[in-house]
Nanobody, 119 residues
Framework: QVQLVESGGGLVQAGGSLRLACAAS????????MGWYRQAPGKQREFVAR???????KYGDFVTGRFTISRDSAKNTVYLQMNSLKPEDTAVYSC?????????????WGQGTQVIGEE
């Protein structure tokens, strides 16, 4: 079993930056791939970014170079650096983990952290 705890959300003005963190504990073998998803009010959850234990990254189409995912394996923590934030980035950002790339969906989820982009 994996526990994921996010931190770093908050209120930010348009054009500002935030750094989210997700600390994993428990079955670290199940966190080979870690990533971020977000869900805005009234919208479906969407993929933001993921990173493998080897450092391979993938981003959602909307990211357009504004976000960077990274991980510190020694701390079992994954980060999401978000720059040039827009009001439409307002959402609950959730950390997710899965052991295999072949998994259709993440197997473990965090509680989420709110990000609000002000006009």
């Amino acid at each position: 079993q994996v526990q994921l705890v996010e931190s770093g959300g908050g209120l930010v003005q348009a054009g500002g930056s935030l750094r989210l963190a997700c600390a994993a504990s428990g079955s670290i073998a199940s966190t080979s791939i870690m990533g971020w998803y977000r869900q805005a009010p009234g919208k479906q959850r969407e993929f933001v970014a993921r990173i493998t234990s080897g450092g391979m990254t993938k981003y959602g189409d909307f990211v357009t170079g504004r976000f960077t995912i990274s991980r510190d394996s020694a701390k079992n923590t994954v980060y999401l650096q978000m720059n040039s934030l827009k009001p439409e980035d307002t959402a609950v950002y959730s950390c997710a983990a899965q052991p295999y790339l072949s998994d259709v969906a993440p197997r473990s989820w965090g509680q989420g952290t709110q990000v609000i982009g002000e006009e």
